[in-house]
T-cell receptor, first 113, second 109 residues
Framework: NAGVMQNPRHLVRRRGQEARLRCSPM?????VYWYRQLPEEGLKFMVY????????ESGMPKERFSAEFPKEGPSILRIQQVVRGDSAAYFC???????????FGQGTRLTVV | KNEVEQSPQNLTAQEGEFITINCSYS?????LHWLQQHPGGGIVSLFM???GKKKHGRLIATINIQEKHSSLHITASHPRDSAVYIC???????????FGTGTRLAVRP
């Protein structure tokens, strides 16, 4: 039973380009969370999704960031027109439901040059 | 004031020592999580607890709901325990996690 899979592990983008981060939850998990870890800072919540629905996006920047979790396929975190301040580690976690243990992926380390 | 506070921020120990990391929170929670992160690595869930005490190998986690406090203990510490240990809470609705800033542990041989 594979764990939470994130790809790519490392992503380098030039300023102004788009970044697409993928997360495949554990088998059977329908709840996906995205968190961001800025350099030398703690983890911060971004968005919580269930299949085809955004449940809570209170942690998402208002512009350039979007997330989806389609009926088929992985969850995608999309960052348009990246800036240097977007450089961070982005972690995905999945769970069976609320109040259940969350399992984390290895993260995607985004570097904007 | 952060909703989740950890102490100490940094901790250095000699191999074999007993280690305690503390976590205090100020909000109502449905559960508290202890996580481990190695440098440049992923995040591993160590414990999820809402009351009492849990033990896994050399790791022990306790929580006192009335005092809003949890501790993570490592017995017979080993250099491979060197990592950042993160306390996180899931709110009353039981969904997203709010994290402490982590405790960086270094265990010297």
């Amino acid at each position: 039973n594979a764990g939470v899979m994130q790809n790519p592990r490392h992503l380098v983008r030039r300023r102004g380009q788009e970044a697409r981060l993928r997360c495949s939850p554990m088998k059977g998990h329908s709840h996906v969370y995205w968190y961001r870890q800025l350099p030398e800072e703690g983890l911060k919540f971004m968005v919580y999704l269930q299949k085809e629905n955004i449940i809570d996006e209170s942690g998402m920047p208002k512009e350039r960031f979007s997330a989806e979790f389609p009926k088929e396929g992985p969850s995608i975190l999309r960052i348009q027109q990246v800036v240097r301040g977007d450089s961070a580690a982005y972690f995905c976690a999945s769970s069976l439901g609320m109040n259940t243990e969350a399992f984390f992926g290895q993260g995607t380390r985004l570097t904007v040059v | 004031k952060n909703e989740v506070e950890q102490s100490p921020q940094n901790l250095t120990a000699q191999e074999g020592e007993f280690i305690t990391i503390n976590c205090s929170y100020s909000v109502g929670i449905s559960a508290l999580h202890w996580l481990q992160q190695h440098p440049g690595g992923g995040i591993v869930s160590l414990f999820m607890l809402s009351s009492g005490k849990k033990k896994h190998g050399r790791l022990i986690a306790t929580i006192n709901i009335q005092e809003k406090h949890s501790s993570l203990h490592i017995t017979a510490s080993h250099p491979r325990d060197s990592a950042v240990y993160i306390c996180a809470v899931s709110g009353s609705s039981g969904d997203k996690l709010t994290f402490g800033t982590g405790t960086r542990l270094a265990v010297r041989p």
